[in-house]
Structure formats: structure tokens, C-alpha cells
T-cell receptor, first 115, second 108 residues
Framework: EAGVVQSPRYKIIEKKQPVAFWCNPISGHNTLYWYLQNLGQGPELLIRYENEEAVDDSQLPKDRFSAERLKGVDSTLKIQPAELGDSAVYLC?????????????FGPGTRLTVL | LAKTTQPVSMDSYEGQEVNITCSHNNIATNDYITWYQQFPSQGPRFIIQGYKTKVTNEVASLFIPADRKSSTLSLPRVSLSDTAVYYCLVQNAGKSTFGDGTTLTVKP
């Protein structure tokens, strides 16, 4: 079974440029997460989807970040314009929603460097 | 969700048993306790999850006392490849919060 797929794996951009990350979750998983991880810190949730609905986007900086999950499968996270402080690893995870037990399966992440 | 607290780092030697304790004083009735492992340049990977008492799988054991305000991840006979960051989470359905984890270093 294929795991969570993310692309690109690495991205280097100039500040003020736009950037987009793509995630393909595990087939059948209805819950999708986007996390941001800074060096030496744990992942921080940006947004959580249940099917097509964003059920928790309270930590998403909506002035520059946007996300979508069309048809409840793939998802795209966009930053426009990027700032120096956005340099981090962006992780996507998916799970099968259920009470209590929600093992999250993570992709390898996209390492973003903003110059 | 309850905030978790765990040691920043731990050292061990190959072949030893390692116990990492996590405190979650404000855990709610419906919350589960989950542990993840993360290697450099990889996403976190699920290790084990429990609600109360003891859970054991092929890689670890999880001990949860009756009051559920803490939990202990036990790794039997660690090897160099167990060097990683270990995260304790309190989880309820789709909701969970990662802390900064415990960096375990296994030495030869």
C-alpha cells in the first residue's frame, strides 16, 4: 500500500514569491492534516480536513496561507507571498477518522527555504 | 486538548531498556495517549497508543496509571537505530497536539 505522497520534496524560492505544496493521502483516509515543523520543534497543525471540509484551520495564517482539498482526496497548501520566516518543513498526514484512535500516517515532508 | 510535558533529551546505551515518561495532567475522559517516533528528514511514525493500563506491541510498551495523568513509553533493548525524537500526544478523534518531543540518543 502506498503511503502519503508529497511533492516537491525540496523547494527554494525568493521572498515574496508564491509556492505550493501537494499531498496525496492514503487511499480511503478521510482526514488530512497539514503541519509546519521548524528545526528542533514538534509539528504544528496548520489545518485539518475531514473529507472536503476544513474542520480546524485556527492556526493557519490566512493572510498568506491557503489550502484546499478537492473531492476529499488530494490537497494543496499555498503560501503567497512567502516570507523568510516561512522556511520550514511542511508535513502532510492522513488518517481514518474514528473515536479516539486516529493513527496519523505522515508523508516525508517538503523542505521550504525562503531566501 | 491536554498539554503534554516530556524530557527534552535522554541518553542510553545499546541493549538497555529505555523509559520515557510524559505528563498530561489535564487529560480528558475521551482522550487517548499516542506516541510517535521521528527520524531526521522523515515524518513522524506511529509507535503505540493506549487508553489505560498497559499496551504492548512488537516494538514498545505503554504504561498508563489509573489516574491517566502520565504515561511511560518503554523501549526494550534499544539499538543505535532507535536514536530519534519521540513525541507523546493526547489525542481525541482527529484532534491532537505535538509537543517538542524527547530526543533519545543511543550510544554503542
Amino acid at each position: 500500500e502506498a503511503g502519503v505522497v508529497q511533492s516537491p520534496r525540496y523547494k527554494i524560492i525568493e521572498k515574496k514569491q508564491p509556492v505550493a505544496f501537494w499531498c496525496n493521502p492514503i487511499s480511503g483516509h478521510n482526514t488530512l492534516y497539514w503541519y509546519l515543523q521548524n528545526l528542533g520543534q514538534g509539528p504544528e497543525l496548520l489545518i485539518r480536513y475531514e473529507n472536503e471540509e476544513a474542520v480546524d484551520d485556527s492556526q493557519l495564517p490566512k493572510d498568506r496561507f491557503s489550502a484546499e482539498r478537492l473531492k476529499g482526496v488530494d490537497s494543496t497548501l499555498k503560501i503567497q507571498p512567502a516570507e523568510l520566516g516561512d522556511s520550514a518543513v511542511y508535513l502532510c498526514a492522513s488518517s481514518l477518522y474514528g473515536e479516539g484512535s486516529n493513527e496519523q500516517f505522515f508523508g516525508p515532508g517538503t523542505r521550504l527555504t525562503v531566501l | 486538548l491536554a498539554k503534554t510535558t516530556q524530557p527534552v533529551s535522554m541518553d542510553s546505551y545499546e541493549g538497555q531498556e529505555v523509559n520515557i515518561t510524559c505528563s498530561h495532567n489535564n487529560i480528558a475522559t475521551n482522550d487517548y495517549i499516542t506516541w510517535y517516533q521521528q527520524f531526521p528528514s522523515q515524518g513522524p511514525r506511529f509507535i503505540i497508543q493506549g487508553y489505560k493500563t498497559k499496551v504492548t506491541n512488537e516494538v514498545a510498551s505503554l504504561f498508563i496509571p489509573a489516574d491517566r495523568k502520565s504515561s511511560t513509553l518503554s523501549l526494550p533493548r534499544v539499538s543505535l537505530s532507535d536514536t530519534a525524537v519521540y513525541y507523546c500526544l493526547v489525542q481525541n478523534a482527529g484532534k491532537s497536539t505535538f509537543g517538542d518531543g524527547t530526543t533519545l540518543t543511543v550510544k554503542p
